[in-house]
C-alpha cells in the first residue's frame, strides 16, 4: 500500500505533465524547462510522469500519491486537470508541497500558478494590428476551451484598441471534448491557408503543434506573418524553417513559474496560495527574437504600461 | 460425453494461455531489442501493480472497461461489430450527466433516472446503426466510426458554458453541472488503499445478467442463431431485421453504463476532463475474453493492470508506451491462438467422432458375428 | 462452399440485360449537373470559397491520404480480404516516413512509408490469410498494435539525442526537407485571374483548375498516377483477373491453378503499403512530421470512400474527393459555406425527390422531398451552421451518402469470408 | 484408364469419387499411393500441376465467379495462351464453335442459366488444351434433354482421343456413356464393371452391396381435406442493376390431408422462392398462403413452424444447421418456443438434451454424442438428424427441399419410409427434388414449375422421366400424359 508518511528523505522534484509530456514544445515543455534550471542549479533529483488522453481522475490522483508518496517535493501538476487531484492528494500529505498550473485550488500545501494569458494576447493584437496590411488578422485555436478562449480574447481586445477597423477572424480547429486540435499540423495549415486565401495577413495561432503548420503556411505567403505562442517560437528548432515568418510570440513563462516553487521549497520556505504570473510580473509577454518589432516597440511599451498599471483590464473572453 | 467438454475447457483455456506467455515473451524481445531489461520490468509490473492499493485502482478501472467489454461482446456474438461504443458512451454520460445535475430527488430515483438516461441515450446512438444497416444495409463497422465522431461533434456543441455546461472560472474548466449527492453512487471504503466503487456490483449484475440471457433463455438462443449463421436463423424464424436492431439497442444501452462508474462514483459531472475511448478498450477486452462473461472480466482487470503497470513502469524510468506495445502484441496473439484452438478443435473433434463411429461399427459387426 | 454450389437464380432472358450502368458520359453528365449546381448556389450565396481554387487545392491534400488509405483498402478487397487496419498501417506508414525523413530526404520517407505500411499489411496477411483469423478482429488487433509500437519508438527515437536537439519529442519526430512541387506558371495565374471575378461558372471552373495547377506535391501526382495505375493492373492485366477472383471465388480460382494465398498476400501487402504510403503524405506534404494522433481516423475514412466509390478506383477518387472536400471546407471558413451547401444539398435532394416521384416510387419520393423542405427552412433561418456541426460535416456526409447509396453498392462475392485451401468441394 | 475413352466412376455418396478426382486434379494430397499418367509418374501439389499433364476438371459444383465474365473465368489461370483480351475472345468463339456450345464470352456470369454455366465450365478445361477430362456429376442439375446434348459433346470429345472420367449417381446415364466403369465404395476400389454386360441393379448391388431401395409408394392415402392452400403468390426481384424480373408468376397449389405434391423442375426456376415465401422467409408480392384454414400470409416464419409446418431445407449448411453449435442445440433451432426445447421464455435444457437422445436412436443419427458439433458429423447424418428434429413436432405440412440430395442409399431409404410413415398419418408434403425418380416414387401429384410458374401437371403413376424433362425445358406444358409411343425407357 502507499504510505502516507512524509518523512521519507527528500528525493527531489515531483512532476506530472499533462497529455503532450516533456517535448511538446509548448507549456509541458517550458515547465520541463524551468524544473532543468532548477535541477542544475540546485542538484535534484526529479520524476517526471506524463498523463493519457484515456486518464480519468483516478490515474491523476494515482501519479500524484505515487510522487508524493515516494518523498518528491514539491509535486507539481503541470495543467488544469489535475486540480481535483492536487486537491485530494495534497491533503493527504501535508509537509509535500504541491503546485497547480493554470488552476486555483485551496489549500495549506498548495501553490496554484497562473498566468494572464490574455494580456500578452493582448500585445500581440497590437503587434497584429500595426503589422496588418490588409486590415484583416486571425485567430487560430487549437481547442475551443476556456484557456484558449483567454488567448482568442486579449487578442481581439489588442487589435480592436489599436486599430478598431481592422477585423479579426476567430477560428478553432477542433471543438469541445475533443483535444486532437492541439496535435494536428496539416489541419492547422490548412485553415492558415483558408485564412491567407481570405486576405488576412496576420495569424496569432495557440494550438499547440498544430500551430507549427499554421506558421508553415504564414511562411508559404509573402507579406504575412504569425505570432508564435507559450514558448519563443522563434527560437524552437523544429520551427527553424519558417521562423522568419514569426513576428513575436506571446510568451507564457511556465518555466519561471516551476523554478520559483522548486526554489521556495528548497530554501524551506515553500510558496503556497494564487500566485499571478502576470504581464507586470513578467510572467507573460511577447517575444522580441528575430527583431520584427522593434519597430513598434513603443506602441507596446505604452500598451503594456497601460496593463501593467492597471488602467486598462483586458477581457477573458472574446466578445462575437 | 463429458469428455468434449473437458476438452473444450482445456482448449479454451489453452489460447488465452498460450497468447499471454507469447505477448511476454515478444515484449521482453523488444524492450531487450531497445536496450532495456526486460526482468526488472516484469518485476515491477507484479511487484507493484499487484499492491493493495493498486488492486482497488485495478477494480476501478476493469469496471468501465468490463461493462464496454459487454456492450462490445452483445454485437460481437451476433456478428455486428458495434465500434461505436465509445462514441455511444460519451454521449450517453454526458446527456446522463445534464439530466443528473438539473434535478435533485431522493437516490432512489435520482440515481435509476440518470443510468435510463444513460441507457436510453446509448441504445438510441446505436440503433442509428442497427436502423441504417437493416434499411439501408449500411455496414455497421462503417456507420458507428462516423457516429464516434458525430457524437464528439454534439457533446462539443452542447459543452459550452450557457448551453448544457457552465464555466469553472477557478479551474479554467467547463463541466455540466454537478450531481446532488443523492445521485453519488456508494462505494466500499479501503482505508488508506482508496475506494472500490460501488458501481462494480451493476458491472457483475450485467455479466450474469448477460450470461444468463444468452445462455438460458429463447431471446438469446436466437440473438446466438443469428450470430452463427444469419440464414438458419432467418430459416429457423428470427425475425433477423428485427434482432439486429435489437441487439444494437441493447447493445448501446450497455454502452450507456460504461461512463456511470466514473460519473456517479467519482466525477460527478461530465468535463472535458471526462474519459474517452473506453468503447475502443471494449473491444480488446471482448476479444480477449472471447465474449464470455468470465473471460471479458479477467481481460478487464489484465487491462487495468496494464495501466497501473504503465504507470509503475514510468516510475521505475522505463518508458511506459512499452505497455501499448504489450496490449498490441496480447490481442493479435490472442486472435491467432483462438482461430488456431478453435479450428484445431473442429478437426479434432471430426476425427474422434470418425474414429468412435468405427470403433462402434467394429463391436457392433463383432456382436454379430 | 454451398454459396457456389447451386445457381440461385432464375435464367434470364437477353432481353433482361440491358443495364443500367454508370458509363463514363453519364459520370460526366452527373459531374456537370454537380458543377451547375455548385456555381448557382454560390453566385446566390456568395459564398465565393466554394470552388475557390485555395478550397479545391486543400481539398486536394485532404483528399490524397484517403485516397491512398482506400486505394489500400481496394487492393485488399478485391483479393476477399476486409482491412480494418488500414488505420494503423497509415500510422506505421507516417512514422517510418517521418524516421527516415529527417534523417535523410522526404523521397527516401515515401519510401520508408511504404514499406512501414507494407509491414503492417504483411501482418494482416499472415493473421487473416494463413492463421484464418476473421477479418476485422485481425484489424482492429492490428490497429492497437500500430499504435502501441508507433509511440513507443516514438519515444525512444525522436525524444533523445540528436533526434531530439533537432525539434523531435515522444509525440513528434524533427521536420523533414519539402517535397517538390509545381505550380504551372501561366496557366495558375491566368486561373487566379479568372476566378476573381466571380463570375457564374466560369470563375468556378478557373478555381477548380487553378485549385489543380498551383502548388501540385508531386506526391499528389504520384498517387494520382496509383490510381491510374490500379485501374489498368486490376482490370487490365492477368495479374488482376486473378488477384479479383481470389475476392470474387477463391475456390474457382484455386480449381484453375491460381495461388490464391500467393494473391492474397500480395494485395495485403500492397494495401498495406498504399495505405503507408497516405500515412507517409501526412507527414511529408502537410506538416513535414510525424505527429501523434494526425492520422484521426483517415484510414477508416477511406474504407468508407472506397465503399461509397463501389470498390472501383474511379469512385474511390469520386469518395475521396468529397471527403477532402468535406474537410477542407470545414477547416477554412466553416460555418458559412457550409451554410451555403445546405441549399445545394436541398436542391440536390428535391431533384432526387422529383426523379424517384417519376419512378413512381412514392414513400423515398416524400422522405426526400420533407428533408430537403426542412434543409430550405434551416438555411433561412440561419446565418451559419455551428462550427461543431461543420466539424462533423465529412462525418455526416459520409452516413448521408452511405445510406442513399448502400444499395447500388456491390462488393466482391468473397469479400471478408475465410478462406482455406482445398476446402472447395 | 486408356486414352479415348469415356471411363465412369460411381459409388455411394461419401465413397471418396470426388475426393480421388481432388486428389487427381492436385487440390488434395494422398496420404500414399501414385499416379501414373502416360507411363510418367505424376507428382500432383497443385491444380496448377495436373493442368500443365493436361487435366481438367469440372467440379461438381460450379466453380465460377458470377460477377466476373464468361471469357474472365475461361481465361483466368490461363492467361499465359492467349492473354485475356481479343485473342482469347477469338479462341473461345472457336473452340465453342467447333464443339456446338454457344458459349457467349462476354456476358456475366451470374446471367447465365445452370446448362450455360455447364458449358462454360467444360469450355474452361478445352480452353487448356485438356486431354484428360474429370467431370464430376455433371448431370445432377441438367434435365434429359440437356443431358443427351452433354452426352453427344462428350462423344465428340472422345473421338478426338481426349479421356474423360465420368461420375454420376444415375446408373442409366452411366451404362449409355461409359466405356469402362469403377466402382468404389469406402474409399476403395470394389470392382470393374463392363456397361455392355452389366445391368442398373447389378450395378447398383455392386455399390451399395444389397438391394436398391425403390422410393415406390405402395397405396394412396389422399384425403379431401385441404391442407394448405396457396393462392396467387407472385414475386419479382430487382437484380443489382435495378432490373426486374419475375420470379414467381402467379403460382396456386393445393395440397390436401396425406397428400404429398412433387414439384419438377430445373433448379433456379423458382422452386426455392416458392419454398422460401411459404416458410415466411421471403414476402411475396401478392397472394395468399392458407394453412389448414386459417391465412397465414402475413405471419411470420416462427409463427408458421409453431402452426405445424416443418421443413427440410435444400441447403442444410444454409438453412438447416448451426454447423458450430452442438447436436442438441441444433435440436433446438427453428423449435425454440415449442416444447420440450423450452418453457415461457426459459430454455429447458435437460429436456432439450433427453429428446436429443431420442432423435438419434430414433433415426439412426451415427453419433457419439450429442455434445458433439454438428459440423463434424457426415452429410448423410446431419440430414437424417433434421428429419427426425422436423418429424418431432408433428408437422401438419412437410416441406422437403431435396430431402436425400447427397444421402447415401441407405439413408435415403430411411428417409423416404419416414415420410410415407408421417403420410399416412395425414402429413401433407411439399416435395422438391431434382432426383426425378424420387419425386415420381413418392408424389401423390407431379407438378412441373418453369420460370415462375406451374406449367405443367402430371400423373405419377405413368409418367416417365423422359416426359417430365421435356416440361421442365419449357417444351411441354399443360396435362402430360404418357404415350407408349415414346419407346422403351432406360
Ligand atoms: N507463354 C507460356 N507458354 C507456356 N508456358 C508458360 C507460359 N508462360 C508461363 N508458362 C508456364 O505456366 C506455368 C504457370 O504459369 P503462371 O503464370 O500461372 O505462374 P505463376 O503466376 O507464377 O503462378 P500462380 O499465379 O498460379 O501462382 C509456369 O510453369 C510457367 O512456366
Ligand atoms: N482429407 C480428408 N480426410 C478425411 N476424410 C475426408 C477427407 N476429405 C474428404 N473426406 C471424407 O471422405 C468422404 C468422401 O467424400 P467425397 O466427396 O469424395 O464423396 P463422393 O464419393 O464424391 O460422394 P458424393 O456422391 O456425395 O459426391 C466424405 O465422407 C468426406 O467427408
Ligand atoms: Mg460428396
Ligand atoms: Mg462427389
Sequence with gaps: GSSSSDDSKDKGVGIAYDVGGRGDHSFNDSAAKGLDKAKAEFNLGSKELTAKNTDTEADREQKLNDLAGAGYNPVIGVGFAYADSVKAVSKKFPKTTFAIVDSVVEGANIDSINFTEEQSSYLAGVAAALKTKTNKVGFIGGVDTTLIKKFAAGYQQGVKDTKPDVSVDIEYITQGGDFSGFAKPAEGKAKAKGMLDRGIDVIYAAAGSSGSGAIEAVAGKKGTWAIGVDGDQYQDKGLAQWKTAILTSAVKNVDGSVYDVIKSVKDGKPLTGTHVYNLKAGGVGLATSGGYIDDIQAQLDAAKKKITDGTLTVRTTPTS | MKKFDKDRLILGLAAPVLAIVAAFVLTALVLLATGKEPFHAFNVMFDKGLTSDSQVFILNKATPYYLAGIAVAIGFRMNLFNIGVDGQYRLAAFFAAVVGGAVNLPSVIQIPLIILTAMLVGAMWAGIAGVLKVTRGVSEVITTIMLNAIATAVIGYFMIPGRLAQLHADTNSVSTKEIPSSGHFFGFDMGTDGTIWGFIVIAVLVGVLYWFGLSRTRFGFDLRTVGRSESAAGASGVNVKRMIITSMLLSGAIAGLVGMPVLLNDAHQFSTEFPAGIGFTGIAVALLGRNHPIGIALAALLWGWLEIASSKLEFEDYDKEIVGVMQGIIVLCVVIAYEVVRRYGIKRQQQKVGEELAAQARTKQEAAA | ?425 | MLRGTVHALVGENGAGKSTLMKILYGMQRPDEGTITLDGEKADLHTPADAIRLGIGMVHQHFMLADNLTVLENIVLGAEQLHGIGGKARAKIKELSDAYGLGVRPDLLVEDLGVADRQRVEILKVLYRGARTLILDEPTAVLVPQEVEALFANLRELKSEGLTIIFISHKLGEVLSVADAITVIRRGTTVGDADPKSVTVKQLAELMVGSELPSPETRESTVTSEVLLDVKGLKLAAVDAEGIERTVLGDVSLTIHKGEVLGIAGVEGNGQAELVEAIMGMRTPDAGVITLDGADISTAPTRKRREDGIGYIPEDRHRHGLLLEGTLWENRILGHVTEKPNSRGALLDLTAARRDTERIVKEYDVRTPGIEVTAASLSGGNQQKLIVGREMSHLPKLLIAAHPTRGVDVGAQAQIWDQIRQARREGLAVLLISADLDELIGLSDTLRVMYRGHLVADADPATITPEELGSAMTGAASGHLEHTDAEGEDR
Design chain 3, 1 to 425: 462452399m454451398s454459396a457456389t454450389a447451386t445457381p440461385g437464380k432464375t435464367a434470364k432472358s437477353p432481353a433482361a440485360k440491358i443495364r443500367a450502368k454508370l458509363t463514363f458520359s453519364r459520370v460526366l453528365l452527373i459531374i456537370a449537373g454537380a458543377l451547375i449546381l455548385i456555381s448557382a448556389v454560390r453566385a446566390i450565396t456568395g459564398a465565393n470559397d466554394m470552388t475557390s481554387s485555395g478550397q479545391i487545392s486543400g481539398a486536394l491534400t485532404m483528399a490524397v491520404p484517403i485516397g491512398l488509405a482506400g486505394l489500400g483498402g481496394l487492393w485488399s478487397e478485391r483479393a476477399g480480404v476486409v482491412n480494418i487496419g488500414l488505420e494503423g498501417m497509415m500510422m506505421l506508414g507516417m512514422f517510418f516516413g517521418a524516421w527516415a525523413g529527417w534523417q535523410t530526404n522526404p523521397w527516401l520517407a515515401v519510401l520508408a512509408g511504404i514499406l512501414g505500411g507494407a509491414l503492417g499489411g504483411l501482418i494482416h496477411a499472415v493473421v487473416t490469410v494463413t492463421f484464418g483469423v476473421d477479418h476485422i478482429v485481425s484489424g482492429v488487433a492490428i490497429n492497437i498494435l500500430a499504435l502501441g509500437t508507433t509511440q513507443y519508438l516514438a519515444k525512444i527515437w525522436f525524444s533523445m539525442g540528436k533526434a531530439a536537439a533537432a525539434g523531435g519529442s515522444p509525440k513528434q519526430s524533427p521536420p523533414m526537407d519539402d517535397i517538390k512541387s509545381f505550380t504551372v506558371p501561366g496557366l495558375s495565374d491566368w486561373m487566379h485571374t479568372l476566378e476573381g471575378h466571380h463570375w457564374f461558372l466560369i470563375s468556378d471552373i478557373a478555381g477548380i483548375i487553378g485549385g489543380l495547377v498551383t502548388d501540385l506535391s508531386s506526391l499528389t501526382l504520384l498517387a494520382a498516377a496509383l490510381f491510374v495505375a490500379t485501374f489498368f493492373v486490376l482490370w487490365r492485366t492477368a495479374f488482376g483477373l486473378r488477384l479479383r477472383s481470389c475476392g470474387e471465388n477463391p475456390i474457382a480460382a484455386e480449381s484453375l491453378g491460381v495461388n490464391v494465398y500467393k494473391y492474397k498476400y500480395l494485395a495485403v501487402i500492397a494495401s498495406g503499403g498504399l495505405a503507408g504510403l497516405g500515412g507517409a503524405f501526412l507527414a511529408i506534404v502537410p506538416s513535414h512530421i510525424y505527429n501523434e494522433g494526425q492520422t484521426g481516423g483517415r484510414g477508416y475514412i477511406g474504407l468508407a470512400a472506397m465503399i461509397f466509390g463501389n470498390w472501383r478506383p474511379g469512385g474511390l477518387a469520386m469518395g475521396a474527393g468529397l471527403f477532402g472536400y468535406s474537410d477542407s471546407l470545414q477547416l477554412r471558413n466553416g460555418g458559412e459555406t457550409v451554410h451555403a451547401l445546405l441549399l445545394a444539398l436541398a436542391v440536390g435532394l428535391a431533384a432526387l425527390a422529383a426523379w424517384r416521384l417519376y419512378q413512381k416510387k412514392y414513400l423515398p419520393a416524400v422522405v426526400g422531398g420533407a428533408v430537403a423542405a426542412l434543409l430550405v427552412v434551416w438555411y433561412s433561418l440561419t446565418d451559419t451552421v455551428p462550427d461543431q456541426l461543420v466539424g462533423a460535416t465529412p462525418y455526416i456526409v459520409t452516413l448521408l451518402v452511405l445510406a442513399l447509396a448502400s444499395q447500388r453498392l456491390r462488393m466482391p462475392a468473397a469479400d471478408g469470408q475465410p478462406y482455406r485451401k482445398g476446402q472447395g468441394k
